[in-house]
C-alpha cells in the first residue's frame, strides 16, 4: 500500500513514520523529502512560503509518488494534500503572494495525485499526549500559524468524507482519510485497527471485530480528551460497534 501521514506542524508526523517502521518492516519510506527540496534550494518556507516554495515542493511530491506502484508499500512524510492546504491558508494572508488563482491552479493536480495514495493518516490537534518536538529548521513553530493550517485540514477532512461534489477528491478514487492520536505507542494500537501483521488493510465491513474491540476499549483515555468536534471516525465505528452489540 502506499500511506501518507498528513497534518499541521509539530505533530509528530516524522515520529509516526519511524514508528510505523519499525512495525511493519516490509514497507520503506523515501530518502529524500520536502524538507531537502527547501535546504537544497534554501527556499522560504511554511508561514513564510510563496508560490515558487509551494510549486517545487508540489512537484517533487508528485514526482516522488509516482516512483512507486500500487504493490510496494510505501509510507510518505506528508502528501501534496498537506502542500495545498499550507497553499490555502498562505493565500490568506497579507503579505503572501499566493492567490486564489494559484491555488485554483494547483487543485487539479493534487487531486489526481490523491489517486496514488490508499490510506492517509491525518494527526490532528488533539488534548491527547502531546508528542516531543525537535526542533529541525524547517518545522513552524508558531503556535497561532499550527492552529489554523489545522483547522484547515480539518475541513478538508470534513469535505472528504461529507461533500459528494468535492473538488479537492476524485469522489470513486480517493484514498481513505483516517485520523490517529494520542501517545506513540496508541498511534501505532489505532493504526493497527486498519492495518494487519503483514502490512496489508483489513477488510472492509470487518474493520472492527471483537479482539480488536477489546484492544481498543484500553485506550478509553484517549477518547475523554478528545474533542468531540474532531468527529474520529475510529470514536464513531466504536460506539456504532457498541451499539450493535447492545440491540443484538
Request: net charge negative; charged share 35%.
Amino acid at each position: 500500500m502506499r500511506i501518507a501521514i498528513s497534518g499541521t506542524a509539530c505533530q509528530g508526523k516524522s515520529t509516526l513514520v519511524k514508528d510505523f517502521l519499525e512495525q511493519w518492516s516490509s514497507y520503506t519510506t523515501p530518502e529524500k523529502t520536502y524538507r531537502d527540496i527547501i535546504k537544497e534550494n534554501n527556499l522560504d518556507h511554511s508561514s513564510k512560503t510563496n508560490k515558487d516554495t509551494q510549486r517545487k515542493i508540489l512537484d517533487f511530491m508528485i514526482e516522488e509518488q509516482q516512483k512507486y506502484r500500487s504493490s510496494d508499500n510505501v509510507i510518505f512524510d506528508r502528501c501534496p494534500l498537506d502542500n495545498l492546504v499550507y497553499s490555502m491558508w498562505s493565500c490568506e494572508q497579507q503579505d503572501s503572494d499566493i492567490d486564489e488563482e494559484f491555488v485554483k491552479n494547483c487543485i487539479p493536480l493534487v487531486r489526481e495525485s490523491l489517486r496514488d495514495l490508499d490510506i492517509i493518516f491525518f494527526v490532528p490537534i488533539t488534548k491527547v499526549a502531546p508528542i516531543g518536538v525537535v526542533e529541525d529548521g524547517i518545522r513552524d513553530t508558531d503556535k497561532q500559524v499550527i492552529e489554523e493550517v489545522d483547522n484547515i485540514f480539518k475541513a478538508v477532512h470534513r469535505d472528504h468524507e461529507t461533500n459528494p461534489k468535492t473538488n479537492i477528491f476524485v469522489v470513486d478514487d480517493k484514498p481513505a482519510i483516517i485520523e490517529v492520536f494520542g501517545s506513540r505507542r496508541e498511534r501505532i494500537q489505532i493504526i493497527k485497527l486498519y492495518i494487519d501483521a503483514e502490512g496489508d488493510a483489513m477488510n472492509p465491513g470487518n474493520l472492527i471485530d471483537e479482539d480488536v474491540l477489546k484492544n481498543i476499549e484500553k485506550l478509553n483515555e484517549v477518547w475523554e480528551d478528545v474533542d468531540p468536534e474532531e468527529h474520529s471516525l475510529i470514536k464513531k465505528e466504536m460506539e456504532k460497534q457498541r451499539s450493535n452489540r447492545l440491540n443484538t
